[in-house]
């Protein structure tokens, strides 16, 4: 596996709490990504980053915002969490700027939002 | 909205049959790629197939474009018990670096 890591693994959380999954990469590559896979959805892509201090929305950013202060980390939060925010939270990265670049993906992070 | 999209849902065989499955997009792509995912891991990346490539070989696996029905398919010859697991596609959705999966095929392997 590519230097990935997702930390929590594992989370039960409160409707109404903030929640942050941390993303470290030890790869050193430019882009960050930030999915969440439902069942009937696939990956759903929520934000990435393209540089330090640079992001953007993907497809299903709403309540959700991220931070990228060094390369190696991307911080996903949920600012308020809530029910259909339970899901399976992946991180990938990808190495340079050519669309025809491989992603690798971390371990996932199983949320549950009660 | 899915860019991609994989038919079958599911799939079931016996060990040592060839598995098909394909994929349907919506726009024009610049490459596509399929990834295979097993139960609770994260997606590995199988093969990457160019826009104006029409077919290409990875091992066991064979992967085919045809950019005018905007379809792909992915075949696995001789399945392998190993090989049950949910498979995606993903476009880069002509020009940007961010991918669309889809929904994926969900492939069980009898032994």
């Known amino acids: 596996d590519a230097g990935i890591t997702q930390s929590p693994r594992h989370k039960v959380t409160e409707t109404g709490t903030p929640v942050t999954l941390r993303c470290h990469q030890t790869e050193n590559h430019r882009y960050m990504y930030w999915y969440r896979q439902d069942p009937g959805h696939g990956l759903r892509l929520i934000h990435y980053?393209?540089?330090?201090?640079?992001?953007d929305k993907g497809e299903v950013s709403d309540g959700y915002s991220v931070s990228r202060s060094k390369t190696e980390d991307f911080l996903l939060t949920l600012e308020s969490a809530t029910s259909s925010q339970t899901s399976v939270y992946f991180c990938a990265i990808s190495e340079s700027v050519r669309f025809a670049d491989t992603q690798y993906f971390g371990p996932g992070t199983r949320l549950t939002v009660l | 909205s899915q860019q991609g999209e994989e038919d079958p849902q599911a799939l079931s065989i016996q060990e040592g049959e060839n598995a098909t499955m394909n994929c349907s997009y919506k726009t024009s792509i610049n490459n596509l790629q399929w990834y295979r995912q097993n139960s609770g891991r994260g997606l590995v990346h199988l093969i990457l197939i160019r826009s104006n490539e029409r077919e290409k070989h990875s091992g066991r696996l064979r992967v085919t474009l045809d950019t005018s029905k905007k379809s792909s398919s992915l075949l696995i010859t001789a399945s392998r018990a190993a090989d049950t697991a949910s498979y995606f596609c993903?476009?880069?959705?002509?020009?940007?670096?961010?991918?669309?999966f889809g929904t994926g095929t969900r492939l069980k392997v009898l032994a």
């Open positions: 980053s393209y540089g330090v201090k640079d992001t």
């Open positions: 993903a476009t880069d959705g002509g020009g940007t670096y961010k991918y669309i």
